[in-house]
């Protein structure tokens, strides 16, 4: 019994298939992050862009 608890345990330690999505909600987060920081960027700046897409599209 014991030595199948061990067998089990090291199993969990080397087991790694949880760590791609852990890599991908990082990125996921540092995508956001990137695009929240260039948002406030411009808008510091005075680039209104929701402005420049809402014209473009009605075209006034």
């Known amino acids: ?34 695009l929240v920081v260039i948002w406030g960027a411009l808008q510091a700046l005075g680039v209104d862009i929701v402005g420049w897409i809402r014209s473009s599209l009605i075209g006034g």
């Open 1 to 34: 019994m014991l030595e199948t608890i061990r067998a089990l345990a090291k199993a969990l330690r080397t087991d790694d298939r949880g760590l791609n999505t852990a890599e991908l909600m990082g990125n996921a987060a540092l995508a956001i992050a990137a």
